[in-house]
């Protein structure tokens, strides 16, 4: 969202026209907003993380530990940067104050990077010896740029602006498409959907990046993301279906032939592990796993789709832009970029179950044996739904303020 914010407001300092500035500003109050219940709701996740799982982080917290402290550093950066741009319109020169809101933006993705590389290191282990209990020879540096790290970071950070980008696209098409404050919706939705578009495109190249990384390193999570319950020769891709683990079948999906082997390992008769060679203590949820991954896919493609859809309509077709039933198609997409987000880190997590730590640690020796553990989890559940409410309120009574406030 700063990136986009950093964009408007280079057009309002080259243009000079004032409807880029009322994009700026009202997108940086929604960035505000963002920043400030990200603030709450991230405080409570370091508090989570040595209240749920203290084994975990008594050991992983040396090894992993400083990919955390450099997104705290990135935290107070973007905090401070972000400051100077609330405040800083007439204060500043006006270069100096533009360059504070594209801080915000590059530390705001840097943030995103490193916590993504954390969570790498819990998929692919390394920067350190594992010598009969003990974790020693500790290399932080290795483990923060570990195998994982560059695929998990590339995917999260083009689904980042893709899931943002749609989000924010079908905000200003509604607008549009009600008739209201046109060209204010109108420029933000070109900004917005720039972004969105370029990035849906890109990300089923950053997902294969990521499938062939992950089927290395976890191939029970390959086998479970595509219910492949049995090692194959010119293995097949499953599309939809209900995978039975009584059968070890999958009812009820399209199998496309020998695509699974090419996609993996460019080779159409290379054998894809089946989880028929995993140990079941240690295979992961099939069925959420299968799940979450065809819903990431399918909502994945979709954006595509529209993406490729609105390019075609920029260079062919510019009568589509102003139709109701183009608008309709970003209005409907607009939760989809935070849907397939949500289904590829359940992909993530439940598929690397019963692992917390991959082949190292598992989830059940790491988390807290202390009881009433429930009442946190009512706590923060209710902390967290208080902290939705409030961002929906104010996000919708700042699109309902545009007239007054933005665009008058």
């Not at 400083?66 to 006006?94: D, H, Q, T």
């Not at 859809?309 to 260079?315: H, Q, V």
Request: glycine content about 8%.
């Amino acid at each position: 969202m700063p990136v986009f914010m950093a964009i408007s407001h280079y057009k309002y300092l080259r243009t000079k026209n004032p409807v880029y500035k009322n994009i700026t500003q009202a997108w940086s109050k929604g960035v505000a907003i963002f920043f400030a219940t990200g603030a709450v709701s991230g405080t409570m996740l370091s508090f989570e993380l040595g209240l749920l799982w203290p084994e975990f982080m008594k050991h992983a917290g040396p090894i992993f530990g400083m990919p955390f402290s450099l997104e705290g550093v990135a935290f107070f950066v973007e905090a401070i940067a972000l400051g100077f741009f609330l405040y800083g319109w007439n204060r500043f020169n006006k270069w100096f104050h533009w360059c504070t809101g594209v801080v915000v933006g590059v530390s705001g993705i840097a943030s995103g990077i490193l916590v993504t590389s954390a969570n790498a290191w819990m998929n692919s282990p390394s920067g350190f010896d594992y010598i009969n209990g003990q974790y020693l020879n500790i290399d932080p540096i290795k483990a923060m740029f570990n195998d994982a790290w560059f695929p998990e970071a590339l995917h999260m950070t083009i689904a980042a602006f893709s899931a943002t980008g749609f989000a924010v696209a079908g905000i200003h098409a509604l607008m549009i498409y009600k008739k209201r404050n046109i060209e204010f919706h109108t420029r933000a939705f070109k900004i917005a959907i720039a972004f969105a578009a370029v990035a849906a495109i890109l990300q089923p190249l950053s997902g294969d990046i990521s499938a062939k990384s992950a089927g290395k390193r976890q191939p029970a999570k390959l086998a479970a993301m595509e219910a492949l319950f049995h090692t194959q020769t010119y293995a097949p891709l499953v599309i939809g279906g209900i995978p039975d683990t009584a059968t070890k079948k999958v009812n009820y999906g399209l199998e496309i032939p020998s695509l699974l082997s090419f996609l993996e390992y460019d080779n159409f008769k290379q054998p894809v592990k089946g989880l028929d060679e995993i140990p079941v203590k240690d295979q992961p949820p099939v069925a959420v796993t299968h799940y979450a991954f065809q819903i990431m896919v399918g909502t994945g493609m979709a954006m595509m789709v529209i993406g490729v859809l609105y390019f075609i309509a920029l260079w062919k077709k510019r009568k589509w832009l102003f139709k109701g039933w183009f608008l309709k198609l970003f209005i409907i997409a607009t939760p989809f970029g935070f849907i397939a987000l949500e289904a590829g880190w359940t992909v993530t997590e439940v598929g690397r179950q019963p692992w917390i730590i991959q082949g190292i640690m598992r989830t059940s020796d790491a988390v807290t044996p202390m009881p009433g553990i429930q009442y946190s989890f009512y706590l923060f559940s209710f902390v967290y739904f208080t902290l939705s409410v409030a961002v929906i309120f104010l996000l919708s009574r700042q699109i309902k303020m545009v007239p007054e406030l933005y665009d008058k």
